[in-house]
């Protein structure tokens, strides 16, 4: 036992005795940089993975962020200012001059995985030193003997009085982090390909002149939630306004803010060559960590990994597989040609990539099962299928990831290549980010094909043929986070040449989202079939949205148009307008009233707008990811829509809807319904009775009948017929319900409809055998024998039971 204890006392000193020596070094450098080199010796010594000093401002009461260093201080709760008399770590070491230490599981963070530090500078009221561990047990004694020795170095920084600005040199800019305004040198403005008079002093305008694939990693520097106080640089690549990309290198410095000051970033930026020996391998694994951190699929990652190495390498071929089985599936190759890659590759080429077995390569194979790096100098001796792809030199590099291996990245080049220390330590730390990356990417990619393949099982497969109009529909998901949508569309086909168009979007992007679109659109469709008005379908989708007890809501529009006449009923819930292109090619944004978005009030009303749709006219509904944007508001959205529906050519409806959605934002998903109306080449005629519960009310309902047959010239022995069938079924509707009766007549070219509809939504039935004694169920045996087909739909709460006979029969 004495034993041990000595060992751990020895290790305890060499520890302590290490940081004694370091601060020794330190206290040699000039005062301005050694707070921050402290800090670096805390991540170091005591296993932090934060480290800050926290300093008196110019208001006492406050203490302010004055230097950081290691992760985003983001991560674990901690802000640039801190009230003196909080009850927290920092602020109760600062005002007991004592040391706080606080582990995982306890306050401030009860929930954390993470042990937090605050040690005093010196006296009660001198500020304190901050470290955050993520290490199980939290800090032990060997990390706060260390810590104590760093605090007691520390002298915090005395404010001082703001200096007045100096001038900029050509090459400095400043930055303020709270309004994004940003001054900057000449050399700046040149290096990204602006006049001095063409910038307006926002960071945002420099920002869009960069590679998209460099913007996060500098968007991380110009955050100042994301990136500790202190030093920090980074590279990346400016467009230009004419030939490749300029590489610069951004050198920069936080400053915390303080006394009505706001943090600002100053700095300078200078060019760098693309290919400089001296980028650093940090640089590089940095621009690889962006682009995997925006990844969203496997063929993102590949790509990004191609991007951030064959070039910086000066490689001549990148593969990147994942392992199935006890085969490689190749996502991506760079070259992509055939050619460039060896037989046995293009052996076992499948569509766009080939697709090899590992046992093919036994090299390959036992550096999966080591799970480590390997590289082949020029001149190895490899099988065939492996030498061609790096005669120079190969590097193998398996991609970890959830304790196994995800897949594998080889990388090769033609001429020799000597792989020094460095470049092997920046290959395994990629190979790393890699696995991960993929692994998420392929889980990605397995949930998005899911989500997806319910998304189009909810939407309409196609969309029914339209008696005097056509309609086309497009889809179209969001490509920012690739997530099922809650946007439909519906064409629902109504009784008398009626069709409803629905278009409706939920709120939110997931599984849950699809889900509830689905049964909306279910319900409506429905509501619909019973013959409810459009104010009446609306109010019942929005009861049973309350009733099924969602924290979703979701906007609908509906448009019920008369197919006859071309007169139609518009009912918004919290959705945009309709947009209508009239024949003349003028547009008009309808202003149609507008009720709340379904699932929101209980006593909501839907109020229901006329349309007058003339043959040529063009109904565009839409959901807002086409019109509104973070970049647009929906007033501009609509304007644009009118103005791109006024320049297509409505006779390709198809091309058309194409046309609209080709500038469409993606990031949030979108459905387009188009219809154009042309009007019905014959009409039906029609005629309607209504049928008063008196004795002669059959008598009435017949006379009616032969009286509008005779006028429409439908031959005797059909007049007949119908004559039948309405007493029948008239006679049913008054004997079996209550309520009013109406009678309806129509004649379609040489089909004669006869129809009854009543309040009771029982529909007859159909005896299975009848008796000479029986007093009642001839009636619809007598319907069904004279009629060519008869039927029963549901219509407002009741029904219509209707049958059909053909006035010629050459038809």
Partial sequence: MANVASEGAAVRRSRTERAEHVLATLMAMPSTDRPRRILEQA?????????????????PATLRLVESAGLPRALYGLRDGCPATARSPVAEAHRTGRPVWSGPGEPPAPDADFALAALPLGAPGSGCLVAVTEQPGGFGADDRACLELLAGAVTAPVPVPPAPPRELADDAFRLA?????????????????????????????????????????????????????????????????????????????????????PARLVGTVAEASAFRSDVTDVARVQRLAAALATAGTVKDVGQAVVAALRAPLRADRIALAELENDRLVVTVLDPPEPSAWPELWRAEWRGEWPDAPVRAMPALAAALRKGRARIWPAGSRLEPGLAGVGPGGLAVLPLPAGGRTAGVCLIGWDRPHEFGPDERALLTACAGLTGQALLRAHAFDAEHELVGMLQRTLLPRRLPRLPGAEAVARYLPATAALEVGGDWYDVIPLADNHVALVIGDVQGHNAGAATLMGQLRTALRAYAAEGHPPDVVVALANRLLLDMETDLFATCAYVDVDMESGSALCVRAGHPQPVLRHPDGTTEIVAAEGGPPLGVLDRAEFPMTPLRLKPGTVLALTTDGLVESADSDLDRGMARLARDLAAVDPAGLGAAADALLGGAHRGDDVALLLTRYDGMAVRPLRESWSVWRVPEAVRHARRFTRRVLRGWDVPEDTQDAALLIVSELVTNALVHTEGQVRLD????????????????????????????????????????????????????????????????ENT
């Fill in 43 to 59: 991540l170091v010594l005591a296993g932090a993975a934060f480290a800050g000093i926290y300093a008196p401002g110019d208001d």
């Fill in 177 to 261: 982090m709270d309004t994004g305004r940003v001054e900057v040198g000449d050399d700046i403005l040149r290096l990204f390909g602006l006049s001095r008079e063409a910038f307006d002093g926002k960071v945002e305008t420099l920002l869009g002149r960069t590679v998209p694939e460099d913007l996060p990693a500098l968007m991380s520097v110009v955050e100042a939630d994301h990136m500790p106080v202190g030093d920090r640089e980074l590279e990346f690549r400016a467009l230009q306004p004419s030939g490749a990309p300029r590489w610069l290198r951004l050198r920069g410095r936080l400053l915390p803010g303080g006394g009505g000051r």
């Fill in 745 to 808: 007549l129509g004649l379609v070219g040489h089909r004669l409809r006869l129809a009854v509809a009543d309040a009771s939504p029982r529909g007859p039935l159909k005896p299975t055998n009848i008796g000479w004694e029986a007093s009642g169920g001839r009636g619809v045996l007598l319907v069904e024998a004279v009629s060519s087909t008869w039927g029963t739909v549901p219509v407002s709460g009741g029904k219509q039971v209707w049958a059909d006979l053909v006035t010629d």
